[in-house]
């Protein structure tokens, strides 16, 4: 169980992280410095946290947000950075929830960076800061489901608990119906049920939580890859369809359909579905598959400029698909 911690640690913290540091929460008022990092204008918020800053040097919003910042644009040295932020924000603004969450979340990027000893050393704290957060404001919705999510990845006698996680849920039903459905679909599929956590996310409206979307994208796409993996590529397609219609900014959806389309054999299908992802996300390993299905097209141009991209990209591919796309960049030119 202590594995599977740790696995769900290194896969889903990285995207926690963007979507559950900020602000007060609350539907439908979110800080405005939470969304400017969250849409990853990070310039823009700088600059609005410098000025908050300059008013109030502890302004809690505005450390909070500072937090979120260094551990969005991960430079060398944020985690220092981010704790030190994180500790002032609390020791300046005890009663304020958004501080120990930013807390919470700092701790959880030490713990996946920390490796296994690290989640086991941080684990107890991370809980702690999230429920103090959500004691502070039980409307802070982002902790909440930051928190959810922890007592179902987490081993019992490191703080998790299923049980809680179920209460968290049941606790805003009455008032947040949309965020238990969210919720729910997590911890659905925690236990097995894909196909209730489907029937949930389907029928939960986000729009008025933008700082937990991330938590939709991620589970849509979980989703549609295990319809995938299966054979289902209609369901797959479906849920790729509509990850894409929750998420628009996110290359997400464009890119599942190309899988899904490669999978099929519809290769000039895939090529289109990767050059819509690549104007929404210029991402690297966009980039690669359409090499791939650019080189297994016989379109040699679009196959180099495409791994050219793959290779000179942000963030950078991992070192095997480096080599990799190196190795077929060589061969093309070679030919």
Request: overall charge positive; some cysteine.
């Amino acid at each position: 169980m202590l594995a599977n911690a740790w696995s769900w640690w290194k896969t889903l913290a990285p995207l926690a992280l963007l979507a559950l540091a900020g602000a007060p929460a609350q539907a439908g008022q979110a800080d405005p410095l939470a969304q400017m990092v969250q849409h990853k204008r990070y310039v823009e918020a700088d600059r609005a946290i410098a000025e908050r800053l300059a008013g109030n040097a502890n302004d809690a919003a505005a450390l909070a947000g500072s937090v979120d910042l260094a551990l969005a644009r991960g430079h060398g040295g944020h985690l220092q950075e981010a704790r030190t932020l994180a500790t002032r924000c609390v020791r300046a603004n005890p009663e304020a929830s958004l501080c120990a969450e930013a807390l919470a979340n700092v701790q959880a990027a030490q713990a996946r960076a920390g490796g296994l000893f690290g989640l086991v050393r941080q684990a107890r704290p991370i809980r702690d800061n999230f429920e103090r957060a959500l004691n502070l404001d039980p409307k802070n919705y982002r902790a909440r489901v930051a928190l959810l999510r922890f007592y179902l990845s987490t081993p019992f006698f490191l703080g998790g608990s299923e049980s809680r996680a179920r209460e968290l849920a049941s606790e805003a039903q009455r008032t947040d119906p949309d965020l238990t459905r969210l919720m729910r679909a997590l911890y659905a599929l925690e236990e097995g049920r894909p196909g209730d956590a489907e029937q949930y996310i389907l029928a939960a409206d986000l729009s008025e939580y933008e700082l937990v979307q991330d938590s939709q994208r991620d589970l849509l796409q979980e989703l549609a890859s295990a319809h995938l993996n299966a054979g289902r590529y209609a369901e797959s397609a479906r849920l790729f369809q509509e990850l894409g219609r929750r998420a628009p900014a996110s290359e997400l959806g464009p890119y599942g359909l190309a899988l899904v389309a490669r999978a099929q054999g519809k290769l000039t299908e895939a090529a289109a579905q990767l050059e819509r992802a690549a104007l929404v996300a210029p991402r690297p390993y966009v980039y690669k598959m359409l090499g791939e299905v650019a080189e297994a097209r016989r379109d040699k141009r679009r196959a180099i400029s495409a791994y050219r991209a793959a290779l000179t990209g942000h963030p950078p591919l991992d070192p095997c698909e480096q080599e990799e796309a190196k190795a077929r960049l060589a061969s093309l030119k070679g030919r």
